[in-house]
């Protein structure tokens, strides 16, 4: 059993960066695909980026091109997702969730959650 534990969120200032922490532990051998998501209050869930395990491809949604950038570190399990330039409207719940295979744009083919981090951008 995968187990995702996510760290790193928080309260920043429109402009700034945090970087956002997936740790994976309890899995069988070879890698997961890690895709993040979030939720802002009174929207759907959305779908932020994603990493495969094939080959360390990343996806983004068009909004956060070019401020977000998704990594893995293979070695210590753990998937990071940099925050640049952030803005009001990325304030939300973000999850990192995982699977078996290729990215996939809904959250719920994915077998794996993170617990869930607020990133609050505000002045």
């Known amino acids: 059993q995968l187990q995702l534990v996510q760290s790193g969120g928080g309260l920043v200032q429109p402009g700034g960066s945090l970087r956002l922490s997936c740790a994976a532990s309890g899995f069988a051998k070879g890698y997961y695909t890690i895709g993040w998501f979030r939720q802002a209050p009174g929207k759907e869930r959305e779908g932020v980026s994603c990493i495969s395990s094939s080959d360390g491809t990343t996806y983004y949604k068009n909004s956060v091109k070019g401020r977000f950038t998704a990594s893995r570190d293979n070695a210590n399990n753990t998937v990071y997702l940099q925050m640049n330039s952030l803005k009001a409207e990325d304030t939300a719940v973000y999850y990192c969730?995982?699977?078996?295979?290729?990215?996939?744009?809904?959250?719920?083919?994915?077998?794996?959650w993170g617990q869930g981090t607020q990133v609050t951008v505000s002045s």
């Open positions: 969730v995982a699977r078996r295979g290729g990215c996939r744009g809904a959250i719920e083919e994915y077998d794996y």
